[in-house]
């Protein structure tokens, strides 16, 4: 088991944090910060295929094509942290020493996206406080780890939980019954 995981976790992970330097690259490349965001949440998507992979993989070559939703979800839930923790991992790098203006481009951005599509001075001063507010935090790493967990991590979750219920064999009778 712990082998599926690994392996899983770390070809997640590599998708995943592969994916993020091509939409960081493709982002300092266009002031609007365009495709970034789906590319993004694309190959986070590409990522977590392998939490369907590995559980279906333990299930069916380790297990005698039985698995339990708890047990699923368990092999799911750790592939996405191996795969989510790289993704931070990677950010941090990647923040720290190749990007530390990135705040203060994707705040210009917002600001810039702000005024474009007609907000008023009010909203805008909004947006601005709430960039700002962004701003503060990401001179705390903890909470950079925390932001960009909040990121990644919820998709793999979703992930897992759609894996587990449909992967999940109770007994041989199940296997009959959807063959």
Aim: charged share 15%; proline share 2%; glycine share 6%.
């Amino acid at each position: 088991m712990k082998k599926t995981i690994l392996t899983n976790g770390l070809i997640a992970g590599f998708i995943v944090t592969a994916m993020m330097v091509v939409s960081t690259i493709l982002c300092y490349d266009n002031a609007n910060f365009e495709g970034s965001m789906v590319l993004g949440y694309l190959g986070m998507l590409l990522a977590f295929s392998f939490v369907f992979v590995g559980i279906k993989n333990y299930r069916d070559k380790f297990n005698s094509g039985l698995i339990s939703f708890g047990k699923a979800f368990k092999i799911g839930l750790l592939i996405t942290l191996i795969a989510s923790t790289i993704y931070v991992v990677v950010w941090l790098v990647e923040y720290y020493f190749f990007i530390p203006d990135f705040m203060e481009k994707y705040t210009s951005h917002m600001l810039k996206q702000a005024a474009e599509s007609g907000a008023t001075a009010t909203e805008i001063k909004a947006q601005t406080a709430t960039m700002e507010t962004y701003k503060e935090w990401y001179k705390n790493p903890l909470l950079i780890i925390v932001m960009t967990y909040g990121e990644v991590l919820p998709i793999g979750l979703v992930v897992t939980l759609i894996s587990a219920l449909i992967l999940k064999r109770n007994s041989k009778k199940e296997n009959y019954e959807t063959a």
